[in-house]
């Protein structure tokens, strides 16, 4: 009879946790929007009140292999640490997350992609830069065989980011105006702007001073049409 509860008490609490799961993961689906919105400043201090339940929602949902929470939660859990003071937290719950097996290819590539955080200030050495290369194209690869043309955009933007650490500003180039034309093709203005900036800074890098402005400009109406409150660039 003890084991019996025991048992009993144990599928409890097992789902009990799946619910908890569950919520945190919907609850991410839906500030996912709002983090690129007017109520931005409103939805990261929501989302900075329940970190604690949130990564426990996903270290459960890793552990179980419950890819769906898994996938509800990783974009807006990483735009969340990149425009606040998580970003170190949510780059190291991907890091331990790649540390473990996954069979999903798709989180696998999504994860590869954010693992490196923005690629602004994280890296000293071109090792470093070489490295996180050689994942964003792993992830690109994966977005590719799927035809996730988002998740292609986002590597895209990505692998800019490491070749303009690596001077390798043609290849960079290439890859940022191929992001920004993908996401322009989809309808994200949040991310236009995102890759129109970076671009603006390799024309700065290129000394193009005429096309860095541009860039820069339409950069800011971008975010200012969308009341972008974060110093995302």
Known sequence: QYATEQLAALGQAEAAQARHSQY????????????????????????????????????????????????LMLNPLYLFGFLGRRHVDTIVIFQQSLAQPIDDPPLLGRLLARRWGSLHWWFQSASDYQEALASIERALAIAQAEGNRFEEAFCRLMAGYALMGM??????????????????????????????????????ALHDPDKEIAAMEQSLALARAMHNRFALF
Do not use: C
């Not at 001077?167 to 702007?193: D, I, M, T, Y």
């Open 24 to 71: 945190f993961a919907e609850f991410m689906r839906a500030q996912e929007p709002e983090l690129k919105g007017p109520r931005q400043l409103a939805t990261m201090q929501a989302i900075d009140r329940d970190f604690d339940n949130i990564r426990l929602a996903w270290v459960w949902s890793l552990e179980r292999r419950h890819a769906a929470n898994l996938h």
């Open 167 to 204: 001077q390798r500003p043609a290849e960079a180039l290439a890859h940022l105006e191929r992001s920004k034309a993908l996401f322009e093709a989809l309808g994200e203005p949040f991310f236009v702007s995102w890759a129109l900036s970076r671009l603006g800074y390799l024309h700065a």
